[in-house]
């Protein structure tokens, strides 16, 4: 993956967070939707209600006016009228207060000029009704009747159809007023619709996007991790190859000190015996050359081993175990420390590529020892197990933390990338136990089988070729 592309996981936030935040401000915009026409609604009917309830009480109160003036006509005491004046007024300044706070529902220009009729009219009725309490109080009984139905009952009956028509234009003007609300609410609720519409389109488009692109960096991914995987066997494949050249050198190198460089030596050695022989026969010195024959001797000594170190031939012609054992003599000798060697279940001879590997890894192991663990014994233990062999490598040393990938020179670590390379080329596993003053164990598990199962096989796909391909052709 390239470096400044956002990962799968921020593409999907990213889509995530853009689909929310589209849902929340459409949330927040229905809602604000919503709570502003309810708003509206509340306020248009809480002035229709205080509209007709003033309305009403412009009623009431004109009703109350003119009862009062029916009583004092009626009334035969005449001191009475002052009282009955008295809340006249008082019932005219309930109506002029109702008509100070009259809001209308609808303020339209009809309904402005229809208020102000009504107040024309109260006015003109309250005068009508002082002057008839005006008039003399002794003439009262025998002229209520017709001042009750010339001046008093026209007058309220004006101002009570009045109201009623306000009233009336009030309802009108809810009416209206609610088919306009009605028509809001279809109006928001086709925009929400809609909005909903391009909320769902939006967050549907971003989920396509951040899929896709989601989808391609795992592609990308996939054709990374393919490549890497490609990389990986291609080096382990080499890994393998060089391991191969490397061992091939090796027993050819072996092969040449013992043979050329060793027998050369060994000429050598018989040369100066017969020169010994020769100088003690004409009377000369019999050490003359004492030195020389141990210093090819000890060079002699030095080939072996070196040859040995390369490649034993016990491992060719006596197997693991010999192998192994005379390492282990070899090491114990130069290294003054104790060895052991432990084996079960290798009576029959492993592959030559097993038998190679486990060697190295055992050879890898011990330079270890030799080099970092300053141990007073070590142990190696070989046992052949079902399909497998167990390698297995403990010192009593000053151990290490296995978390270290590599020691201050690295050859530490260098040994056991070496060990693990050679174990992964068999399909095996690598397990290291150690710690500061413990001690270190090297446990290798390789996948094994015998010489002789591996000759079998190679002999039965020899001989399955042909039988297979006769019965595909038909004889």
Known sequence: ???????????????????????????????????????????????????????????????????????????????????????????????????????????????????ARLRREIADFRRAMVDVLSTDARQWPTEARTLLRTRVAPKREVVIGLSEQTQALNRSAFVEQQSAMVEVYRVTQRRIWASLGVALATSLGIVLLATLYAGRLEERIRRQSEKDAQNARELQHLSAKLLEVQEDERRSIARELHDEIGQALTAIKVELAVAQRAIEGAGGASNALSDVRSIADGVLHSVRDLSHLLHPALLDDMGLVAAVESHLKGFAR??????????????????????AAAYRIIQEALTNVAKHAHATSCRVYLQRLTNTVLVTVEDDGLGFDPADARSADGSHGLGLVGIRERAARLHGTVQIESGRGKGTRLTVELAAETQTTAEASSLDAAQVGPVNAREVFGG
């Open 1 to 115: 993956m390239q470096l400044g592309r956002p990962t799968i996981r921020a593409a999907l936030f990213l889509g995530f967070g853009l689909v929310v935040g589209i849902w929340l401000f459409a949330g927040y915009y229905f809602t604000r939707r919503i709570a502003e026409v309810e708003r509206q609604a509340s306020e248009i009917n809480a002035r229709y209600v205080r509209a007709q309830d003033l309305l009403s009480t412009v009623r009431t109160q004109v009703l109350l006016g003119s009862l009062y003036v029916r009583d004092a006509l009626l009334d035969p005491d005449p001191t009475t009228a002052g009282d009955y004046r008295r809340r006249l007024e008082e019932s005219y300044q309930a109506i002029d207060t109702s008509l100070q706070q009259y809001v209308p529902a609808l303020d339209s220009s009809a309904e402005r000029e229809r208020i």
């Open 334 to 355: 130069r290294h003054d420390i104790r060895t052991d060697l432990l084996h079960e279940g290798l009576d029959d001879r492993l592959t030559p590529e097993t038998e």
